[in-house]
């Protein structure tokens, strides 16, 4: 049975909550609205009537239409962010970018260096991550993260030449087997 109340599903979309789903026979399952009543209650959103919908609906509108306190977003992607009038964006490097609101809102433009840039609006500034459209994880297979701390890999961020390896001081001491 579908959820009859086009508010509560609204709201549930608006908080990630399903309120239908496949089971493993790829079927559609309908969630029940005290289910969804019960899971909208445990992230802290009272959905016990329509007035408490209505109310937390509107204050995630109020909140989805605040500028966020951050934006991360891939090279390859723009972002439409709510804001309104003009707004600086000046990248890591030190270039200055002008943008300007439309209808929809304030949209940050794909393509821009990986790196953190400020976005400076009328409400204030806005710290703008951009990070590779791809992660790849190790040749080897090992499924374990590289060493983002190894010269290596701080070389290839910024497109220089790795820097030598440091030779160890260390020394390996094979002894035989119960000899220490």
Not at 17 to 31: C, I, N, P
Not at 99 to 128: F, K, M, N, Q, Y
């Amino acid at each position: 049975m579908r959820i009859d109340n086009p508010a509560l599903v609204e709201l549930a979309a608006a908080y990630g909550v399903a309120t239908e789903y496949l089971d493993q026979l790829q079927r559609s399952v309908q969630v029940t609205e005290e289910s969804v009543v019960a899971v909208l209650g445990a992230l802290g959103v009272d959905a016990s009537s329509p007035t408490a919908i209505r109310d937390a609906l509107a204050a995630e509108h109020d909140r989805a239409a605040e500028a966020p306190p951050i934006v991360v977003l891939r090279s390859a992607e723009h972002r439409t962010l709510h804001i309104r009038g003009l707004a600086r964006l000046t990248l890591e490097a030190g270039e200055s970018r002008k943008l300007t609101a439309t209808d929809e809102g304030l949209t940050i433009p794909a393509g821009l260096p990986l790196g953190w840039h400020r976005l400076d609006t009328s409400d204030g500034e806005i710290p703008v991550v951009v990070v590779p459209a791809v992660v790849l994880g190790p040749a080897d297979g090992s499924g374990d993260p590289p060493d983002c701390s190894s010269p290596l890999h701080a070389a290839s961020a910024t497109n220089e030449a790795p820097a030598p390896p440091r030779s160890s001081t260390r020394r390996v001491v094979r002894t035989p087997m119960g000899r220490a």
